[in-house]
């Protein structure tokens, strides 16, 4: 059932610690929070992670829909999801884009879909697998990336020495025939719950030769890791803490949300870069982040972080670091601090007005306007 969160009452939720809304920031023209559906098809996958918009009407695919993927099963066990829906905003009627197998071949460890998922111009959806058998990281696979046609048909599958455990939300520079994908991986190294942290995750850069709809299947270019040596580390409720958030700004910079360490840094150069820039440079750090995860930027440039500890979206002046804003979309007392852990992806509505979120607790799609 669909259902309206008023703004004032997620203002009444509010931390003591919050900053008033900045007036010119994005957040202050956000004013309500509604559900929009269940992102749990027949199967049973739960656990929603990916958010992206359609940008383009291809096969099952209709523009300004959006998909959203699922990483757990029908038991809640991380690292077996294998659905990716598509919502139609205007009706909010939910269609399943896609159903991939448990194990896929040139996909090592199986499938197990994460927050890294993108849909190009030209109608191909790409989504990273990090897989596990049991839900834990115990029995982590490296995984891959899966190229599907708009059909939601398996079209190709990317893995190799520089791919284990595809994690955060994609960044995209998108062409049409030539598109750049930048997405986080946050499996090097990592073992089994209870193992100490590690500073192995990368982000690797892959530019690819994209062919009409219907002509085959994108190929590899170049690959390239603009980012290396950031902090990673297996977990036993959220399986692995990394590098989720991604965002690319038209200046070439690439921002990352750097959970463990609490903060978003800045990849320079990143679209052109021949090698890595290492951990980036501090942008925003402490303060209102609570492990950030997925990244955005909004319509004046802002990023927004959504936080993994707590229910909040942080908005983030890239230019200065500073902290402008932040709000509840997630008041769910049922978590200490309210909506801890529910949080994962998020995406602009096509009119950039608003954005589009998860909510793990309730394995729903909701809208912030």
């Not at 692995?240 to 750097?258: E, M, N, Q, W």
Request: charged fraction near 15%; proline fraction near 6%.
């Amino acid at each position: 059932m669909a259902s309206v969160i008023s703004a004032a009452l997620l203002a009444a939720l509010t931390l003591a610690a919050t900053p008033a809304l900045a007036a010119d920031s994005f957040l202050s023209t956000v004013h309500r929070h509604t559900m929009l559906a269940s992102t749990v098809p027949a199967n049973g996958d739960q656990n929603p992670y990916a958010v992206v918009v359609v940008p383009v009407s291809s096969g099952k695919l209709h523009r300004g829909d959006v998909l959203v993927d699922n990483f757990n099963d029908r038991s809640n066990l991380q690292g077996l999801g294998t659905t990716i829906l598509a919502m139609d905003p205007a009706t909010r009627g939910v269609s399943t884009f896609a159903t991939l197998p448990r194990h896929l071949a040139g996909c090592p460890g199986g499938v197990g879909l994460t927050t890294a998922m993108a849909v190009l111009r030209r109608g191909y959806v790409v989504v990273g697998s990090l897989p596990s058998s049991d839900g834990t990281t115990a029995t982590k696979g490296p995984g891959c990336l899966i190229v599907l046609d708009g059909q939601g048909t398996v079209a190709a599958v990317l893995a190799g020495a520089d791919i284990d455990g595809p994690w955060g939300n994609m960044a995209v520079q998108d062409a049409g025939a030539r598109a750049t994908l930048f997405v986080s991986m946050a499996g090097f190294g990592v073992g089994a719950p209870g193992q100490a942290m590690v500073r192995r995750a990368t982000v690797l850069r892959l530019a690819l030769d994209v062919p009409a709809a219907g002509a085959g299947a994108p190929a590899v270019l170049g690959r390239t890791v603009v980012a290396d040596s950031l902090a990673e580390q297996a977990d036993r409720s959220v399986f692995v803490i990394g590098p989720t958030g991604l965002a690319l700004a038209p200046d070439g910079t690439l921002y990352v949300s750097d959970a463990i360490e609490n903060r978003v840094v800045a990849i320079p150069d990143a679209t052109t870069r021949t090698g890595s820039a290492g951990t980036g440079r501090s942008v925003s750090a402490g303060g209102l982040l609570r492990r950030p995860l997925a990244l955005a930027q909004a319509p004046n440039g802002d990023l927004l972080a959504v936080n993994g500890l707590d229910g909040e979206v942080v908005e983030i002046d890239p230019a200065t670091g500073r902290q402008l804003a932040a709000q509840w979309v997630d008041a769910d007392r049922a978590q200490t601090p309210p909506g801890s852990g529910d949080l994962f992806g998020i995406a602009l509505t096509p009119d950039r007005r608003g954005f589009y979120y998860v909510e793990d607790e309730n394995n729903m799609l909701l809208l912030a306007h």
